[in-house]
Nanobody, 123 residues
Framework: VQLQASGGGLVQAGGSLRLSCAGS????????MAWFRQGPGKEREFVAG????????EYGDSAPGRFTISRDNAKNTVYLQMNGLNPEDTAIYYC?????????????????WGQGTQVTVSS
């Protein structure tokens, strides 16, 4: 499956962005999906993950209460709604997918990766 992330951009602190990740080549219905991010000089970290049907959701330490992951299997797309952004959220955001059932939190848990979309938050 090919993944295309979009929706990044420049936003002021306190603002919001909605990232999208569109799948192509095959359906993502039976894939767990996740968002990771990598800030300057930092390792790639787990932001949020969602199970096959959208019921199971998990969030990383940087996300709870501010970010919401969702999916629309009919559109083969996963979303990340980000509110209350701050400069520490500046990073390249990547979407990822895997055919396993159990949600994973590590980079190695996912086989398919999108190209990333840049999010920059100004103070």
């Amino acid at each position: 499956v090919q993944l295309q992330a979009s929706g990044g951009g420049l936003v002021q602190a306190g603002g919001s962005l909605r990232l999208s990740c569109a799948g192509s080549g095959r359906t993502i219905n039976r894939h767990i999906m996740a968002w990771f991010r990598q800030g300057p000089g930092k390792e790639r970290e787990f932001v949020a993950g969602i199970g096959w049907t959208g019921i199971r959701k998990e969030y990383g330490d940087s996300a709870p209460g501010r970010f919401t992951i969702s999916r629309d299997n009919a559109k083969n797309t996963v979303y990340l709604q980000m509110n209350g952004l701050n400069p520490e959220d500046t990073a390249i955001y990547y979407c990822a997918a895997d055919q396993r059932y159990k949600l994973g939190y590590a980079v190695d848990d996912y086989v398919y990766w999108g190209q990333g979309t840049q999010v920059t938050v100004s103070s």
